[in-house]
């Protein structure tokens, strides 16, 4: 499999035949279940650079390795898939929405000591745990992207149409500031969610596109083309290099494959990357042998609350 250059722009893919195109909840498993293939095959190079990367993997990672900087299992996820998890689990038991009960799941996340925690993501939880408070004060140092990395689940789970749509951006941001007083945090958040609802509901990368450009004329911040080169938390950087893989790569494997040989951030660029392809690609499309190792009880609560953050969408 090619690894992309940087400077490389593929021609245009042929559209795929009408009796080829996956299902919304085939889309919808893609989108899950890929971003936990992002996070588990990026966890174990998270923080590396590029050439550390192709030294220590014969040139390129494209296996369920495990190992890393956190000593991962081959399949174990992080706070990326879990964080998505935990609010998803909230709107379900809530019924559809509550802030509430998805700041209350976040608390009984952090309490479960989790293996790695984003310092603004702690940060928030503790306040609210404290004070009771749902919004975080803006604050600079805000613009990462844990926020956006656990949006999925309103995405998946709040109704489709125009009221649906307001609906989507006010729980998005609202899960968002929980944690994340940012503006850039709340634009990236929106947008990525808006591109996944798009090809869920059977869109192509072309509609996607003109989302991200629209961000990019509003936010400078996140121009991505070309790629600045840049793989960190800042969520600027995390989307210009979602939307470059995303935008360029021939096949689900080959997206994340790329995102995740980038380096630096590669755990949350790989999940947010795959829940992009598995979205457009489907479900078929995510390889076997990666989902063999996925981390078992992951995989069927991802299936699980797929299926139900589905069935709210006609509540």
């Known amino acids: 499999m090619k690894l992309f250059l940087f400077s490389e722009k593929p021609p245009p893919l042929p559209p795929q035949p009408a009796s080829s195109l996956p299902s919304a909840k085939e889309r919808a498993l893609g989108a899950y279940l890929g971003f936990a293939l992002g996070d588990a095959l990026g966890a174990p190079v998270e923080f590396m650079l590029p050439s550390e990367i192709r030294a220590t993997h014969n040139g390129r990672l494209d296996q369920m390795c495990g190992g890393g900087w956190l000593r991962l299992k081959p399949g174990q ?12 689990g909230a709107m379900l038991a809530s019924g559809g929405w509550e802030l509430r009960a998805v700041a209350d799941a976040f608390v009984a996340w952090l309490r479960s000591r989790p293996i790695d925690v984003g310092n603004t993501c702690r940060r928030g939880i503790r306040r609210y745990l404290q004070t009771g408070i749902l919004q975080a004060e803006e604050m600079r140092e805000d613009a990462g992207n844990g926020a956006l990395m656990r949006n999925l689940p309103v995405v998946l789970g709040t109704p489709d149409g125009e009221a649906g749509d307001a609906e989507f951006a ?12 940012h503006v850039l945090s709340d634009a990236a958040t929106l947008a990525l969610g808006r591109m996944t609802r798009v090809l869920l509901a059977g869109g192509g990368r072309a509609a996607c596109r003109e989302i991200a450009d629209e961000l990019a004329a509003r936010f400078p911040a996140f121009v991505f083309d070309p790629w600045p080169g840049r793989v960190s938390g800042y ?9 470059d893989v ?7 494997e080959e997206c994340l494959v790329e995102a995740i040989n980038r380096g630096g951030d590669a755990d949350t660029i790989g999940a947010l990357t795959g829940q992009l392809a598995g979205a457009f690609w489907g479900v078929s499309a995510l390889p076997e042998r990666w989902l063999r190792k996925l981390d078992t009880r992951i995989h069927n609560e991802i299936i699980a609350q797929t299926n139900a953050l589905l069935s709210l969408k006609t509540l």
Do not use: E
């Open 235 to 243: 969520v600027a950087d995390t989307l210009q290099t979602v939307f």
């Open 170 to 181: 006010r729980r998005s941001v609202a899960q968002a500031r929980i944690t994340h007083g």
């Open 77 to 88: 996820v992080t706070d990326d898939t879990q964080m998505c998890l935990a609010l998803g």
């Open 246 to 252: 995303f935008f360029h790569g021939a096949s689900f």
